[in-house]
């Protein structure tokens, strides 16, 4: 029971940083909004609302996953707390490590995909749409749930590679076993990346390459944990 009202009063504790950083984001959704439609921008590319309040929506989504993504590093915090007591030895650096290496690859994926995916996403579907005298009229909420899609998977596949890496760490596997599957876990990086990307070949390599190399990093460190 006492594990039980620690877990409650630690979701309380989640669910209320969540709810005052949504209000905030909200309150600050049109500098957000603003931030988020600049991939777009170069391409001279309007942005449109079709319904009353499809604009209202847009923003208070906008701000649920804004409050989201500032909230996660304290979720971590949390469940590293919660955790703390139950572990042994060395899990107590793998459990600080992880505190702050899950949210900044999930930032750095996030971040990338923005900075460099993005335009070449947006890029495609605006070349693909011209032409066969259809014009392209995009909504505001539809272009926001897209970005934050392709934002949100970059950021959760980055965290294949520490899956892998907690994994050989705790014994369950061993880098010399996955390092045989490597051919295969490369197509399968490829394939994941197609998955989530347009299909063309520089965003699958933008994000295909990054997943690869921190793969080797996941099994260089994973041979030295073991090794240690």
């Given at each position: 029971?006492?594990?039980?009202?620690?877990?409650?009063?630690?979701?309380?504790?989640?669910?209320?940083?969540?709810?005052?950083?949504?209000?905030?984001?909200?309150?600050?959704?049109?500098?957000?909004?603003?931030?988020?439609?600049?991939?777009?921008?170069?391409?001279?590319?309007?942005?449109?609302?079709?319904?009353?309040?499809?604009?209202?929506?847009?923003?208070?989504?906008?701000?649920?996953?804004?409050?989201?993504?500032?909230?996660?590093?304290?979720?971590?915090?949390?469940?590293?707390?919660?955790?703390?007591?139950?572990?042994?030895?060395?899990?107590?650096?793998?459990?600080?490590?992880?505190?702050?290496?899950?949210?900044?690859?999930?930032?750095?994926?996030?971040?990338?995909?923005?900075?460099?995916?993005?335009?070449?996403?947006?890029?495609?579907?605006?070349?693909?749409?011209?032409?066969?005298?259809v014009e392209s009229l995009w909504s505001l909420r539809?272009?926001?749930?897209?970005?934050?899609?392709?934002?949100?998977?970059?950021?959760?596949?980055?965290?294949?590679?520490?899956?892998?890496?907690?994994?050989?760490?705790?014994?369950?596997?061993?880098?010399?076993?996955?390092?045989?599957?490597?051919?295969?876990?490369?197509?399968?990086?490829?394939?994941?990346?197609?998955?989530?990307?347009?299909?063309?070949?520089?965003?699958?390599?933008?994000?295909?390459?990054?997943?690869?190399?921190?793969f080797e990093g996941a099994l260089w460190l994973g041979?030295?944990l073991r090794g240690g």
């Amino acid at each position: 029971m006492e594990h039980l009202d620690e877990l409650r009063r630690r979701i309380i504790a989640v669910l209320v940083v969540f709810f005052a950083a949504t209000v905030a984001a909200f309150i600050f959704s049109s500098h957000i909004a603003e931030f988020l439609t600049a991939p777009v921008k170069a391409f001279q590319v309007h942005l449109y609302t079709f319904a009353p309040a499809e604009k209202f929506m847009a923003y208070l989504h906008l701000s649920a996953w804004t409050g989201v993504i500032l909230t996660a590093p304290f979720f971590c915090l949390q469940a590293g707390l919660f955790l703390w007591p139950g572990l042994r030895g060395n899990e107590y650096r793998f459990a600080v490590a992880g505190l702050f290496v899950i949210p900044l690859l999930f930032l750095f994926g996030a971040g990338m995909c923005y900075r460099f995916m993005a335009p070449l996403v947006f890029g495609f579907f605006l070349s693909f749409a011209s032409g066969d005298g259809v014009e392209s009229l995009w909504s505001l909420r539809e272009y926001l749930a897209l970005l934050f899609d392709i934002m949100i998977a970059s950021g959760l596949l980055l965290q294949l590679p520490l899956a892998l890496l907690a994994l050989i760490a705790a014994g369950f596997v061993s880098a010399e076993r996955v390092a045989q599957y490597r051919p295969y876990i490369i197509l399968l990086i490829f394939l994941l990346a197609a998955v989530f990307t347009p299909p063309d070949v520089i965003s699958q390599i933008m994000l295909g390459v990054p997943l690869y190399l921190l793969f080797e990093g996941a099994l260089w460190l994973g041979r030295m944990l073991r090794g240690g």
